[in-house]
Structure formats: structure tokens, C-alpha cells
């Protein structure tokens, strides 16, 4: 036990004490441990207990006010806003978007009313984000394609779908996820825009024979069937050589990857579909690899039949 010593104690400080310690029965010491550990002791916790009802609408609006927050950070409203905090100005412009009073999305910020199924598949489809993440935070808040396990070609021509599409490449150049490629699919009848990634292969160096393939049959599927695709291609760089590829991605609005600031246009699809190396990519004893993609002519499938290289 700890061991506390005061001096120069005032003469009738310590007869109050003193005469404390005689009327409760304790000693002097004693008298002075309870004193202090009465003055000392925790503050309890006045917080209401909440019902299970009241703890999940409190968490949805934390949910909610974190997305419009993000959605105001990633510069959602690139016209007039910038990147910075959400204001009552931008609940009154969303709540116009949303066809909603911005009263009621301030209530569900803040715990006091419920958010809907409807008005969640609401914002969800105004927003590109997921109603799952907001009613019940699962999944991710701004949902990514990952495009090799629905398909390369189904990303790229959806079934049944008879719009037509544009499409941004952004590959992240530098970072622990140097060679990522992000695509952005823009249906030009909804202008809807489904974000997606590329997890099979990276656009660098030091890849086996197996994301030496994938990227192969991505290469030759857009020269052949893809060759009248509508594509622009970027290199988009990291804020931060850390930058943290799980902590970005499906945690933004694609607008975040369209931001001026971190992309610039690039030439490496050109270059790899003419058969140039856009930086060393294919070092290392694999040049056969874009060789063959460079003599592939432009509308010519006969190498690709089913999403596969015919080798």
C-alpha cells in the first residue's frame, strides 16, 4: 500500500480532523483514507440506458453523418465546396437531392429518428454508397467491384445491358499498391458510375506467371472486343508512399479518385497495346508476354475465346 506524508498541516485544520475522527469512532489516519477517498472517487456514469432500438438508430446516424461528412471531404460538391466539414447550407442541398427535409436528416444524425429502408436505398443509389453499410454496417460505406470475380468481360459489357459505357483507368502509381489498377464504368444513360479494382495482376514489375496471365487476358480482351471501349487513362498518386490501399478503397466516393490533385493523364495503355514497355513491366524474361499483345491487332478475337488466352 502506498504511503502518504503531509507537514505544516494548519493547527485547526488538524483539530477539525481530529474531532471528525473521535465522532465516527476512527482513528486519525483512518479518518483521513476515508476523507480522500470520498473526494477522489469516480465519477459515475450518468448516461441513460439505452434500448436496443434507440442504440441502433444512434449508431445509423453516426453512419449517416459520417458519409455525408465524407462525401462533403472527398469534394462531392466540386462546384461550389471544396473539401472541408458538412454544414446546415449542404443538408438543405442534399435534403433537395434526396427529395427529403434536411430536419429529417438532422433527427436521424442525431439519434432521434429512424432511417428508412426507402430513404436508405435512397441515398444509396444517389450516392453510389451501400444501404447494407448504413442500416447495418455491413460491407463497406462506398461499395468496389472487385472485377476479376464477376469477370472481365461482364464488367465491360454487362449482360442484357444495351447503354453504352466510358471508362477511366486510373493506376496507382507509388505506395505499397504501386500497379493497382482502378477503373471507374460510367453508364452514359444513368451516368451512374460503378468504382471497381483489379486484384489479379498489378500494372509493374515482379509478378509471377500467374499475374503475369491474368494481365494478359485483360490486355488482349480489350484490344480485341474492347477496341471501341471509350477509355481515358491516368496515373493516380498517392497522398502518402504509406498510403494504405484496404483503408481507401471502398472508403471513398469515386469522385476522391477523380480529384485533379492526384491524377494525371498517362500513355501506358497506348504503349503496352503498341508492344512498348511503359517502365520495365515486363523485365525480367517477360517480354514474349508483350510482345504478343503489341503484334495482337486492334478487332482481332481469335485469340480470346470464353474470357481465356488461346495460347
Sequence with gaps: MAKIQARNVDDALYQRIEQSAMKNERSLEGEIRTALREYYQPVASQEPMMSERERW???TGKRLRWLLDRLMSDNYFRDYAGGRTLDTFDLVR????LNTSPGLLMDIMDGLQELTFELADVIAEKFGSSAEWLLGERGQPFPFVDIGSVGYREFFFPAESKSD????FLRIAGGMHNGTLLILRKDMQTK??????ISDFHLSSGMGSGGYGNMKRFLLLLKTEGARLSINT??????????GFSTVIGQHHHVYFQDSPHRSSARWLQQVFNGEDPGD???????????EIG????GDDSKVAGGVVSE
Design 281 to 291: 513491366w515486363f523485365s525480367n524474361g517477360w517480354s514474349p508476354v508483350l510482345r
Design 165 to 168: 459505357y466510358t471508362f477511366e
Design 192 to 197: 451512374r458510375i460503378t468504382p471497381g479494382f
Design 94 to 97: 442534399l435534403g433537395r437531392q
Design 295 to 298: 503484334e495482337t491487332p486492334f
Design 57 to 59: 438508430q444512434h449508431e
Design 234 to 243: 491516368f496515373d493516380w498518386t498517392p497522398e502518402h508512399p504509406n498510403f
